[in-house]
């Protein structure tokens, strides 16, 4: 089976500072699959290098088979890889609705029109309700995104990234400054995605990870370390290591083994 993302090799050096180096794996397609690490290990560099938000100095970056390495972000975007940010990245004056209908018509090939808005097209506008509902927040649709909680606006952004369709999601930090009922609801947003959208994240919240991801890569210094089953992750001495400086991961990951 074809990965629904690749990446063989992949470096992203500035100068002597290896930011990421030589990192290779691959994501199957409908995983929901999370890359970790201490700080500093390279995660947000990696995922702007899969994004296109910067290109990668070697290796080879695959997307479905197909080589994305030297595409822009908005070629990747066409072709299936949508990402939300760790901050906002939302319209806040625009309602919820509005936000994700922008999202739409991008999509579907409709324009603005202060004529015609794009509330008034029937099809965009069930869409948009359905992804709203999806994120659970249908009952904000119209809300102004500044007026939403932090934890809402997360799920806004979702739903918005659902809205371009995407073929793998990456989502960045997506419960950064969650409380933790607004994690739950998150994490219970990620375990209802359709299975078509294959889905990987970067994040620190370790119990949401290890409750969410089929696999996990870890990424240590810039370097891939191991990529593994949460469960052979928790056990690895080498993953323990990376974290705490020793062996014992009593406090950072429950139920493992030493």
């Known amino acids: 089976m074809t990965a629904a993302l690749e990446l063989r090799s992949v470096s992203q050096h500035f100068g002597p500072l290896k930011a990421i180096d030589d990192v290779s794996f691959s994501v199957e397609p409908g995983s929901r699959h999370a890359v970790i690490g201490p700080n500093g290990a390279g995660k947000s560099t990696l995922f702007a290098l899969i994004a296109g ?43 919820s609705l509005e936000n994700v209908l922008m999202a739409a018509q991008r999509v ?7 004529v015609k808005p794009l509330r008034r097209r029937r099809d965009l506008h069930e869409t948009g309700l ?14 102004p995104a500044g007026w939403l909680s932090h934890g809402e606006r997360r799920q806004l952004e979702v739903a918005v990234a659902l809205a371009c369709r995407p073929r793998v999601l990456l989502l960045d930090e997506p419960a950064a400054g969650m409380s933790a009922r607004e994690t739950e609801r998150l994490g ?20 949401l990870v ?13 370097q891939h370390l191991t990529t593994g089953s949460p469960t052979d992750v928790r056990a690895s ?4 290591t ?6 014992d991961s009593s406090d950072l990951f429950p139920g493992s083994s030493s």
């Open 53 to 95: 938000t910067r290109r990668a100095t070697g290796g080879t970056v695959l997307l479905h088979g197909r080589d994305v390495t030297a595409m822009s972000e908005h070629r990747r975007v066409q072709h299936g890889v949508v990402r939300t940010f760790q901050h906002s990245s939302l319209f806040l004056k625009c309602t």
């Open 242 to 247: 990376a974290y705490l400086g020793a062996g």
């Open 108 to 114: 579907a090939g409709a324009s603005w029109s202060p």
């Open 188 to 207: 219970q947003l990620i375990r209802e995605l359709p299975r078509d959208v294959t889905v990987l994240l970067v994040e620190h919240d370790l119990d």
């Open 237 to 240: 001495a080498e993953v323990q």
């Open 210 to 222: 290890f409750d969410l991801a089929d696999t996990v890569t870890v990424l240590h210094l810039g």
């Open 130 to 143: 359905d992804l709203l509902e999806r994120a659970g927040i249908a009952d904000r649709h119209a809300a």
